[in-house]
């Protein structure tokens, strides 16, 4: 993980990209327990940013040409990890990206999505393997739950999570 | 078949809850670094179950 930042924060100094944040499970591995993931999404930010054209050839291109880094269909292989560069793609991972928590990993300092906005984005997408992770954070209760309600009113999704809580405590109780 | 044998449902159920939060207790208390490495090991089992599309990340 360590060698990743150190290409990640290359890439910043290098002025391939302006600003990363983690996100994934990787992310909420820092919040929870961990759940199980086989890749680690890099969120990007570059100055050719655009919600409608999305070009990674500059990224690729370094990662391959100084990096030794080999792609895999959607991944790209750096340092024997498989990482997904994503943009932020709407306005809820934006400002999910805006937001971001600055932690530490040995001597490396990086940002990741805060815990709610990572929940947002669960939410959101409502994939199966995201139900569980809710469920677990539902359990663990360390998230702060104005914090959530505010961003899931701003972003409509309050429905969505309320519909989500009840078919958990469904299955669970 | 468990070693253990519990004298009802309930004190296997109180046990199991007990366990579950001291689990819980010792998650809460792990480092970043240490919980990375338990993702691994969790990725090393699914690795050998044939659910990786990667082999499992490096510990470094």
Partial sequence: MQAVLK????????????????????????????TFTDD???????????????????VYEYLIKKKSAVPRAEHILLEGYPIQFLI??????????????????????????????LMAIMIQL???????RLRVLLE???FDEKKLLSILERFHLVQKWDKIKKGLSAIYE | ????????KEVFLKRMR?????????????SFEEKLRQLVKL??????????????????
Avoid: C
């Fill in chain 2, 43 to 60: 990725q090393e089992k699914a690795w050998f179950m044939g659910k990786m599309k990667f082999k499992p990340w490096p510990i470094k």
């Fill in chain 2, 1 to 8: 078949m468990s070693k253990h044998q519990y004298s009802s």
């Fill in chain 1, 88 to 117: 932020p793609y709407d306005t809820l991972s934006l400002e999910a990206f805006e937001n971001a928590v600055t932690v530490s990993l040995q001597n490396f300092q990086f940002k990741i999505f805060n815990l709610e906005y």
């Fill in chain 1, 7 to 34: 290409v990640l924060n290359d890439m910043v100094k290098d002025g391939v990209i302006q600003d990363f944040v983690i996100g994934g499970a990787s992310a909420l591995l820092y919040f929870s327990k961990p």
């Fill in chain 1, 40 to 58: 680690i999404d890099v969120f990007i930010y570059t100055t050719t940013h655009s919600f409608t054209v999305i070009d990674l050839s500059p």
């Fill in chain 2, 18 to 30: 007990r366990d579950k939060e001291k689990l819980d207790k010792a998650y809460k208390t792990l």
């Fill in chain 1, 140 to 142: 663990d209760q360390t």
């Fill in chain 1, 126 to 132: 409502g994939k199966a393997k995201y139900l569980e």
